[in-house]
Protein backbone atom coordinates (compact mmCIF):
# COMPACT_ATOMS: atom_id res chain seq x y z
CA UNK A 1 0.00 0.00 0.00
CA UNK A 2 1.64 3.37 -1.06
CA UNK A 3 -1.25 5.64 -1.13
CA UNK A 4 -1.69 8.14 1.16
CA UNK A 5 -5.57 9.39 2.06
CA UNK A 6 -7.45 12.91 2.24
CA UNK A 7 -10.53 13.25 3.37
CA UNK A 8 -12.59 15.70 2.14
CA UNK A 9 -12.10 15.68 -1.39
CA UNK A 10 -13.69 19.43 -1.19
CA UNK A 11 -14.67 21.37 1.58
CA UNK A 12 -16.18 25.01 1.47
CA UNK A 13 -16.55 27.04 4.68
CA UNK A 14 -17.20 30.29 5.85
CA UNK A 15 -14.93 32.51 8.29
CA UNK A 16 -16.65 31.40 11.27
CA UNK A 17 -16.15 27.95 10.44
CA UNK A 18 -14.45 25.62 12.22
CA UNK A 19 -13.17 21.70 10.23
CA UNK A 20 -10.50 19.70 9.96
CA UNK A 21 -8.82 17.97 7.24
CA UNK A 22 -7.90 14.60 7.34
CA UNK A 23 -4.93 12.55 5.85
CA UNK A 24 -4.02 8.96 6.74
CA UNK A 25 -0.85 6.62 5.30
CA UNK A 26 -0.49 3.21 6.15
CA UNK A 27 2.91 2.95 4.81
CA UNK A 28 4.72 3.25 8.31
CA UNK A 29 6.28 6.31 7.44
CA UNK A 30 7.51 8.79 9.99
CA UNK A 31 7.74 12.05 8.58
CA UNK A 32 4.36 13.52 7.12
CA UNK A 33 3.86 17.34 5.79
CA UNK A 34 0.95 19.85 4.80
CA UNK A 35 1.53 22.05 1.69
CA UNK A 36 -0.98 24.59 0.49
CA UNK A 37 -1.00 24.77 -3.65
CA UNK A 38 -2.54 27.92 -5.21
CA UNK A 39 -3.51 27.65 -8.62
CA UNK A 40 -0.70 27.52 -11.04
CA UNK A 41 1.84 27.48 -8.18
CA UNK A 42 4.00 25.32 -6.56
CA UNK A 43 3.47 23.79 -3.56
CA UNK A 44 4.34 25.46 -0.56
CA UNK A 45 5.20 23.78 2.70
CA UNK A 46 3.39 24.42 6.36
CA UNK A 47 4.20 22.02 8.77
CA UNK A 48 6.55 18.94 8.77
CA UNK A 49 5.77 16.12 11.89
CA UNK A 50 9.16 14.12 12.35
CA UNK A 51 8.07 11.09 14.66
CA UNK A 52 4.56 12.36 15.93
CA UNK A 53 6.14 15.78 16.92
CA UNK A 54 6.14 18.85 14.51
CA UNK A 55 9.86 19.04 13.35
CA UNK A 56 9.02 22.45 10.92
CA UNK A 57 5.93 25.48 11.25
CA UNK A 58 7.25 27.54 8.28
CA UNK A 59 5.39 30.54 10.10
CA UNK A 60 2.03 29.66 9.35
CA UNK A 61 -0.80 31.43 10.99
CA UNK A 62 -2.33 30.05 14.24
CA UNK A 63 -5.63 29.72 12.46
CA UNK A 64 -4.30 26.55 10.94
CA UNK A 65 -3.58 24.13 13.94
CA UNK A 66 -1.91 20.89 13.07
CA UNK A 67 -1.90 17.27 14.95
CA UNK A 68 -0.87 14.20 14.61
CA UNK A 69 -2.59 12.07 17.09
CA UNK A 70 -0.66 9.09 16.03
CA UNK A 71 1.92 7.66 13.33
CA UNK A 72 0.07 7.28 10.48
CA UNK A 73 -2.83 9.69 10.77
CA UNK A 74 -2.30 13.83 10.13
CA UNK A 75 -4.69 16.35 11.17
CA UNK A 76 -5.11 20.14 9.55
CA UNK A 77 -7.69 21.95 11.77
CA UNK A 78 -9.27 25.47 10.63
CA UNK A 79 -10.45 28.08 12.45
CA UNK A 80 -11.26 31.99 11.19
CA UNK A 81 -10.14 31.69 8.05
CA UNK A 82 -9.77 33.94 5.30
CA UNK A 83 -11.33 33.58 1.58
CA UNK A 84 -6.96 34.35 0.66
CA UNK A 85 -6.72 30.66 2.38
CA UNK A 86 -8.55 28.93 -0.28
CA UNK A 87 -6.40 26.42 -2.09
CA UNK A 88 -5.82 22.75 -2.67
CA UNK A 89 -4.21 21.57 0.42
CA UNK A 90 -1.66 18.62 0.16
CA UNK A 91 -0.32 16.01 2.78
CA UNK A 92 2.54 13.81 1.93
CA UNK A 93 4.48 11.45 4.06
CA UNK A 94 8.21 9.39 3.76
CA UNK A 95 9.79 6.73 5.33
CA UNK A 96 12.03 9.34 7.60
CA UNK A 97 12.62 13.15 7.51
CA UNK A 98 16.01 12.86 5.31
CA UNK A 99 17.11 14.44 1.76
CA UNK A 100 17.07 10.79 0.55
CA UNK A 101 13.41 9.55 0.76
CA UNK A 102 10.63 10.15 -1.68
CA UNK A 103 7.92 11.71 -0.53
CA UNK A 104 4.86 10.57 -1.63
CA UNK A 105 1.88 12.88 -2.17
CA UNK A 106 -2.54 12.48 -1.10
CA UNK A 107 -4.85 13.87 -3.81
CA UNK A 108 -5.60 16.47 -1.58
CA UNK A 109 -8.30 18.66 -0.57
CA UNK A 110 -9.69 21.40 -1.94
CA UNK A 111 -10.47 24.21 0.20
CA UNK A 112 -12.76 27.00 -0.53
CA UNK A 113 -13.57 29.64 2.27
CA UNK A 114 -16.43 32.31 1.32
CA UNK B 1 20.12 29.77 -0.07
CA UNK B 2 18.69 27.51 -2.68
CA UNK B 3 16.59 27.90 -5.74
CA UNK B 4 14.94 26.36 -8.20
CA UNK B 5 14.36 28.25 -11.80
CA UNK B 6 11.72 26.56 -14.65
CA UNK B 7 12.87 28.20 -17.65
CA UNK B 8 9.44 27.43 -19.04
CA UNK B 9 6.16 28.43 -17.41
CA UNK B 10 4.20 26.85 -20.33
CA UNK B 11 5.52 24.05 -23.14
CA UNK B 12 3.22 23.42 -25.65
CA UNK B 13 4.17 20.44 -28.33
CA UNK B 14 2.70 17.90 -30.78
CA UNK B 15 2.04 14.47 -29.93
CA UNK B 16 4.99 12.19 -30.63
CA UNK B 17 7.41 14.90 -30.83
CA UNK B 18 10.55 14.88 -28.26
CA UNK B 19 10.25 17.38 -25.34
CA UNK B 20 12.64 19.29 -22.76
CA UNK B 21 12.09 20.83 -19.73
CA UNK B 22 14.53 22.91 -18.62
CA UNK B 23 15.45 23.26 -14.61
CA UNK B 24 18.33 25.28 -13.11
CA UNK B 25 19.01 25.77 -9.19
CA UNK B 26 21.70 27.57 -7.27
CA UNK B 27 22.92 26.15 -4.15
CA UNK B 28 26.25 26.00 -2.07
CA UNK B 29 26.19 22.97 -0.82
CA UNK B 30 25.64 19.20 -2.14
CA UNK B 31 21.83 18.84 -3.42
CA UNK B 32 19.83 16.05 -4.75
CA UNK B 33 17.29 16.87 -7.36
CA UNK B 34 13.81 15.72 -8.23
CA UNK B 35 11.05 15.72 -10.67
CA UNK B 36 6.92 15.39 -10.24
CA UNK B 37 3.96 15.41 -12.12
CA UNK B 38 1.12 16.67 -11.26
CA UNK B 39 -1.89 15.69 -13.70
CA UNK B 40 -5.19 18.49 -13.21
CA UNK B 41 -7.33 18.01 -9.63
CA UNK B 42 -4.17 15.25 -8.56
CA UNK B 43 -1.73 15.09 -6.13
CA UNK B 44 2.45 15.08 -6.98
CA UNK B 45 3.56 11.99 -8.73
CA UNK B 46 7.16 11.57 -8.64
CA UNK B 47 8.75 11.09 -12.14
CA UNK B 48 12.60 10.50 -10.84
CA UNK B 49 15.30 11.72 -8.64
CA UNK B 50 19.02 12.06 -8.65
CA UNK B 51 20.72 11.51 -5.30
CA UNK B 52 24.42 10.18 -6.41
CA UNK B 53 25.81 7.40 -8.81
CA UNK B 54 24.95 8.20 -12.57
CA UNK B 55 24.09 11.43 -14.50
CA UNK B 56 21.64 10.19 -16.43
CA UNK B 57 18.55 9.23 -14.65
CA UNK B 58 15.38 6.94 -16.30
CA UNK B 59 11.98 7.45 -14.62
CA UNK B 60 8.62 6.41 -15.15
CA UNK B 61 6.30 7.01 -18.31
CA UNK B 62 9.58 7.07 -20.50
CA UNK B 63 11.05 10.04 -19.03
CA UNK B 64 14.28 10.69 -18.45
CA UNK B 65 16.73 13.40 -16.73
CA UNK B 66 20.56 14.89 -16.69
CA UNK B 67 21.75 16.01 -13.96
CA UNK B 68 24.66 18.34 -14.54
CA UNK B 69 26.69 20.02 -11.50
CA UNK B 70 29.19 22.26 -13.59
CA UNK B 71 25.70 23.69 -15.29
CA UNK B 72 23.83 23.19 -12.31
CA UNK B 73 21.05 22.06 -14.20
CA UNK B 74 18.46 19.21 -13.99
CA UNK B 75 16.53 19.26 -17.90
CA UNK B 76 13.44 16.86 -17.99
CA UNK B 77 13.35 15.01 -21.50
CA UNK B 78 11.17 12.59 -23.35
CA UNK B 79 12.07 11.28 -26.71
CA UNK B 80 7.99 11.01 -27.89
CA UNK B 81 5.02 12.53 -25.41
CA UNK B 82 1.65 11.35 -25.62
CA UNK B 83 -1.69 13.27 -25.11
CA UNK B 84 -1.59 11.62 -21.95
CA UNK B 85 1.29 13.66 -20.45
CA UNK B 86 -0.12 16.87 -20.25
CA UNK B 87 -0.13 18.07 -17.13
CA UNK B 88 1.98 20.32 -14.76
CA UNK B 89 5.69 19.53 -13.88
CA UNK B 90 8.00 20.29 -11.08
CA UNK B 91 11.44 20.66 -10.40
CA UNK B 92 12.64 20.17 -6.70
CA UNK B 93 15.43 20.28 -4.93
CA UNK B 94 16.89 19.35 -1.75
CA UNK B 95 20.17 19.99 0.47
CA UNK B 96 21.84 17.53 1.85
CA UNK B 97 21.84 19.24 5.42
CA UNK B 98 18.05 20.05 5.06
CA UNK B 99 16.80 16.94 6.22
CA UNK B 100 13.39 15.98 3.89
CA UNK B 101 12.75 19.64 3.14
CA UNK B 102 11.49 20.11 -0.91
CA UNK B 103 12.10 23.41 -3.11
CA UNK B 104 10.28 23.85 -5.52
CA UNK B 105 10.46 25.59 -9.25
CA UNK B 106 7.46 27.46 -9.81
CA UNK B 107 6.21 24.26 -12.55
CA UNK B 108 5.97 23.93 -16.41
CA UNK B 109 3.00 22.97 -18.14
CA UNK B 110 3.23 20.48 -20.75
CA UNK B 111 0.70 20.95 -22.60
CA UNK B 112 0.42 17.72 -25.72
CA UNK B 113 -1.49 18.72 -29.13
CA UNK B 114 -2.94 15.79 -31.26
Known amino acids: DTEVTQTPKHLVMGMTNKKSLKCEQHMGHRAMYWYKQKAKKPPELMFV???????INESVPSRFSPECPNSSLLNLHLHALQPEDSALYLCASSQEFNPYNEQFFGPGTRLTVL | AQSVTQLDSQVPVFEEAPVELRCNYS??????LFWYVQYPNQGLQLLLKYLSGSTLVKGINGFEAEFNKSQTSFHLRKPSVHISDTAEYFC????????????FGQGTELSVKP
Open chain 2, 27 to 32: SSVSVY
Open chain 1, 49 to 55: YSYEKLS
Open chain 2, 92 to 103: AVREYNQGGKLI
